[in-house]
C-alpha cells in the first residue's frame, strides 16, 4: 500500500468517524440527550454537550463502560486534562507539539496506527524517551466492531504490541482507542480480556481536514467553552493548528485553572470490581 493511499484510506475512516460531527465528537446532539444504553449491536461513538464547562453525555454511561475496563472521561470532581492524539500517518506536525507538550510539561498519549510505528520510528522513540504514553490504535485502522472472533481482533493490536517492542524496547502501554469511535459489547469484552483500556473522549472538535484547517478562532471556540474537569481531550497530530495553537491552548487551560495529569496512571488505577464485572 503507498503512502498517498494510506493517507486517504485513514481520512477516510476518520470521517466516518465523526459523522454528525460540526462541533464535537463522533456522533453529537446539541438537544436532548443521547439514550444510554447496554451496548449489544454496532455504535458510533456519542456526545451531547448540554451545558458550557460541564462534562457531556455519553450514548454510554461511564457505569457501563466501566465494567469493561473502558473510559471516555476521568474524574469530573477534578480540574485534571488528559491530552490525546491519534495518528495515522506523519505530515512534519508533530514535532512541534511535542515541543509544547514538553514546554508545559504535559505527558499525552499517543494512539498509534501500524503505519505509523512502521514509518516513523524516531519520532515514537522521541514520544516515548520524553514521557508521552503510546496507546493502540490498531494495526490497519478497521472498522473493528465488525471483528467477531478473537484471534482477529487480537492480531489487530498485537501486530502493533511487536512493532512498538521493535521500536523501543519496551513494552506498549494497554490503552486502545477504537478507530472510527464504532464498538460493540463484545469488542469491549475481548479489550478487557486482553488487559486493555479502551478509551474513548469527551472532547475534539473537527481539526483532521489536512486541506481546510480550521482557524486558531474556530479551534478556540470549540475547545475553550466546552473543557470540563477529566476532559479526556481528541486531537489530531496531522492538523497544522493543532501545531500552531497547541502552546497557546495549554496556556489558557492553565489560565483556566486546570492541571494536566497521566491518562496511563489514570487508567492503572480503574481496576474492575469483581461485582460489577460483565457477565
Not at 66 to 84: C, S, W
Not at 185 to 200: H, R
Not at 226 to 251: E, K, M
Amino acid at each position: 500500500m503507498t503512502g498517498k493511499w494510506l493517507k486517504r484510506r485513514f481520512f477516510i475512516l476518520a470521517l466516518c468517524a465523526v459523522v454528525l460531527l460540526g462541533t464535537g465528537a463522533a456522533a453529537l446532539w446539541v438537544g436532548d440527550a443521547p439514550e444510554a444504553v447496554s451496548v449489544s449491536g454496532i455504535t458510533d461513538w456519542g456526545l451531547s454537550f448540554q451545558q458550557e464547562g460541564a462534562a457531556p453525555l455519553a450514548n454510554a454511561t461511564e457505569d457501563y463502560l466501566r465494567q469493561f475496563r473502558a473510559l471516555y472521561v476521568g474524574d469530573t470532581g477534578e480540574k485534571t486534562l488528559y491530552i490525546t492524539f491519534d495518528a495515522g500517518f506523519e505530515n512534519g506536525n508533530t514535532g512541534p507539539i511535542l515541543d509544547a507538550l514538553k514546554k508545559h510539561g504535559v505527558k499525552a498519549t499517543f494512539f498509534l496506527v501500524g503505519n505509523y510505528l512502521e514509518t516513523q520510528p524516531e519520532l515514537v522513540k522521541r514520544m516515548a524517551e520524553e514521557g508521552h504514553t503510546v496507546g493502540n490504535h490498531t494495526y490497519s485502522h478497521p472498522d473493528m466492531s465488525k471483528i467477531g472472533d478473537r484471534d482477529s481482533f487480537s492480531a489487530e493490536l498485537q501486530k502493533n504490541e511487536e512493532l512498538y517492542r521493535t521500536v523501543t524496547g519496551q513494552e506498549m502501554p494497554k490503552l486502545y482507542r477504537p478507530p472510527q469511535g464504532k464498538f460493540c459489547e463484545s469488542n469491549l469484552q475481548m479489550a478487557a480480556d486482553l488487559g486493555y483500556t479502551t478509551v474513548f473522549w469527551s472532547l475534539a472538535y473537527v481539526d483532521w481536514y489536512t486541506e481546510d484547517q480550521p482557524t486558531k478562532e474556530q479551534a478556540f471556540s470549540k475547545l475553550i467553552p466546552r473543557i470540563h474537569n477529566g476532559a479526556v481531550v481528541l486531537l489530531h497530530s496531522t492538523s497544522s493548528t493543532n501545531a500552531q495553537i497547541l502552546d497557546a491552548l495549554l496556556t489558557e487551560w492553565e489560565n483556566l485553572g486546570y492541571t494536566f495529569g497521566d491518562l496511563e496512571a489514570y487508567c492503572a488505577g480503574l481496576a474492575v470490581p469483581e461485582t460489577e464485572k460483565k457477565t
